[in-house]
């Protein structure tokens, strides 16, 4: 008995030990469990203290968000009643997003205790009905910013939200339909530093609305009804944005005090002349693009001209305007230009002779005017890196005129009628006579241009290229396309061996190039496309060719040895639009079929085969499908060489023995 009662004993011990032993991983597990938060609160995310809810048609925040959450995204939901039940009564959020709900109603009081909620975004939701109960939201006690954009808010509706925000900095009012800016709309809210209020209908801004925000520094109020600035004072005010309304005009008030602002963008308005700034500004950036401008005047009397004080103004945009002409006097203050753009206005003559008033300046763009005359005195733009004269008809220039550039690297004259010069020492040769001297140049020099790196003279009715065209001028990229009937002379790229990487020329009705392309050493992208090329250009096997395009040409062989010679640098070959012959071209045929160089148009190479009434396309042909007399295109190769090598071996017999005779003749002797 008392053995039994052991032999039970013990085996409980034993069943008691294995249960623990199984129970026990789960209870740890569940220890682990309660002391950390889910990482996942289904149908929620959850990233450390952040919880993200977003586009899960969710009325309200899960009930069981972990204790301490700081950011709750609840945005593209279908909330409409935001209340502590709404939040899962939490009131100790960093970050609320409520984007893109349908919240038409705010509990009074929400936001009281929530005293740790720096951003609050409440954007697109239908808050002007709320509004309408004429309720403030406040207090926001520690709010820095608000989004209250495309809420349908109109004038006054603004208030009940910034009635009592001692904390904000940053307001977004967008897309709403507020048509006035009232003189107290902004006085709950003094620690404003950003407001922005794009896309309304504002027509009216009463005076001293801005007054009251000494922090203020970034005003957006693009794309609204505003039809005139008269008395501009925001001295603190470091970006501005007029841009989109109706704007006739701008100006300031007559101050000695320093204004801040940095940036200025008036584009798209109606201006028709320049705006009155600061005398005393630090103004960097201004863009009066696509208004009316005829002039450069600040008032409609040319005899009242305002000096332009712009020290330290460093891009200047006027582009889309009706400008007729710059006088050189207008840049006199702007020795920090960087960034000039006149282009789309009708500007006829353009000329900088003064050394010392755009020493700066980096880029023009005189593009799409009515250029006829373009004058760089020496040592005028001495940084003038890219220059932009495209769309000018331009037919005659000071032939030593870009030489004058001393750090130009880019040069864009696409879309103008000049004559290159056959050679810069052609130019230096004196004179036959008094009266052909005082003529003007008909050509202008691309020769020692020391750092011009990019041409562009597609589109210029070029005729010739003549020789040594570009000596001395490091070009890395050359455009000579749509140039119809284009005669390059066969030593017109000399110079350019170890320089030149792109050449372009496209739609030049070329049918051979005299040229010897191999030459160029450091060439890599080639674009032959629409000519009426028959023969390839030659290439060796120094050929460092990467990208070559010859589509829409007359090409019906592909040079095998040049297809080789091309083959160790070749990586891309546009071939499409071509008459090739399908069995002169196998060469070709192995290449594609090896994946050695991709052809991106593929689908449209296409050869012509006796045996097929319509083109066939390349990847489909195989060798097979050339044979002659049931004898593949390969074995008659292999027999030609045979007898060639037949023909020469017996040459050379008889060379020999005819030595051997000759040899033992004169022994004789």
């Not at 950390?36 to 048609?57: E, Y």
């Not at 967008?174 to 006085?187: E, G, L, M």
């Not at 609305?209 to 005139?228: G, Q, R, V, Y």
């Not at 037919?395 to 010069?421: A, E, G």
Request: hydrophobic letters at 40%; a negative charge.
């Amino acid at each position: 008995m008392v053995r039994r009662y052991c032999y039970i004993s013990h085996q409980l011990k034993v069943s008691t030990m294995a249960a623990f032993q199984l129970l026990f991983p789960l209870l740890v597990s569940c220890v682990v469990a309660s002391a950390s938060p889910p990482r996942h609160i289904l149908p929620c995310q959850v990233v450390q203290m952040d919880v993200f809810c977003s586009d899960l048609s969710l009325r309200g925040a899960p009930l069981n968000l972990p204790h301490g959450v700081q950011m709750l995204d609840l945005s593209r939901n279908q909330v409409q009643n935001l209340s502590l039940e709404t939040l899962a009564y939490h009131t100790d959020f960093h970050h609320l997003n409520l984007h893109s709900n349908k919240i038409h109603f705010i509990q009074p009081g929400l936001f009281k205790d929530m005293t740790d909620l720096k951003v609050l975004d409440l954007s697109k939701n239908h808050l002007n009905v709320f509004a309408l109960s004429k309720i403030n939201i406040g207090p926001l006690t520690a709010v820095e910013s608000l989004d209250l954009s495309s809420n349908g808010l109109y004038t006054g509706m603004s208030d009940y939200f910034l009635a009592d925000s001692p904390s904000l900095a940053n307001l977004s009012l967008d897309s709403n339909s507020i048509t006035k800016i009232a003189q107290n709309t902004f006085n709950g809210s003094s620690s404003l530093k950003k407001i922005s209020l794009h896309n309304n209908v504002i027509l009216e801004i009463e005076d001293g609305a801005f007054d009251s925000l000494h922090n203020l520094t970034e005003l957006d109020l693009s794309k609204n009804s505003i039809t005139c600035i008269t008395d501009f004072n925001l001295h603190n005010l470091e970006v501005l944005n007029l841009s989109k309304n109706s704007m006739e005009l701008f100006q300031s008030t007559s101050s000695t005090q320093l204004y801040k602002l940095l940036y200025l963008d008036l584009s798209e308005n109606k201006m028709p002349y320049f705006p009155l700034l600061p005398r005393h500004n630090a103004l960097e950036y201004l863009d009066v693009s696509r208004n009316h401008l005829q002039s450069i005047n600040v008032t409609g009397n040319p005899e009242k001209r305002s000096t332009v004080f712009l020290n330290y103004l460093r891009y200047l945009d006027m582009s889309y305007n009706q400008l007729k002409s710059i006088p050189e006097s207008f840049f006199c203050f702007m020795g920090s230009l960087e960034v000039l753009n006149v282009s789309n206005n009708c500007i006829s003559s353009f000329s900088i002779t003064n050394e010392g008033i755009l020493t700066k300046l980096k880029i023009i763009n005189l593009s799409h005017n009515s250029l006829q005359s373009l004058t760089f005195e020496e040592n005028t733009l001495p940084m003038l890196e890219k220059l932009f004269l495209q769309g000018n008809d331009l037919t005659t220039l000071d032939h030593q005129v870009f030489q004058r550039l001393p750090s130009i690297r880019y040069l864009q004259l696409q879309k103008n009628n000049l004559k290159i010069c056959a050679s810069e020492q052609k130019q230096h040769e004196p004179a036959l006579t008094d009266q052909n001297h005082l003529d003007p140049p008909d050509c202008v020099s691309f020769s020692s241009v020391r750092n011009l790196h990019s041409l562009y003279l597609s589109e210029n009715n070029l005729q010739t290229l003549p020789a040594n065209a570009f000596a001395n001028t490091p070009l890395k990229l050359l455009d000579l396309s749509l140039n119809p009937g284009l005669d390059m002379d066969k030593d017109s790229l000399s110079g350019l061996e170890h320089s030149l990487v792109h050449l372009l020329l496209k739609e030049d009705n070329i049918s051979r190039l005299n040229t010897d392309l191999s030459l160029l050493k450091s060439l890599k992208h080639v674009d032959l496309s629409t000519n009426q090329l028959t023969s390839l250009p030659m290439w060796n096997k120094e050929s460092s060719i990467e990208s070559l395009n010859l589509q829409n040409n007359n090409l019906v062989t592909l040079e095998y040895s040049t297809m080789v010679a091309l083959e160790h640098s070749l990586k891309t070959l546009y071939m499409g639009s071509n008459p090739l012959n399908c069995c002169s071209n196998l060469g070709f045929l192995h290449m594609v079929q090896r994946s050695a160089v991709v052809v991106p148009d593929i689908e449209t190479v296409t050869c012509v085969h006796e045996d097929f009434s319509e083109p066939v396309n390349i990847e489909k042909l195989t060798e097979g499908m050339c044979q002659v007399s049931g004898t593949p295109i390969s074995i008659i190769f292999v027999l030609l060489a045979l007898f060639a090598a037949i023909i020469m071996l017996g040459l050379l017999v008889k060379y020999c023995h005819s030595r051997r005779r000759k040899r033992s003749r004169s022994f004789r002797a």
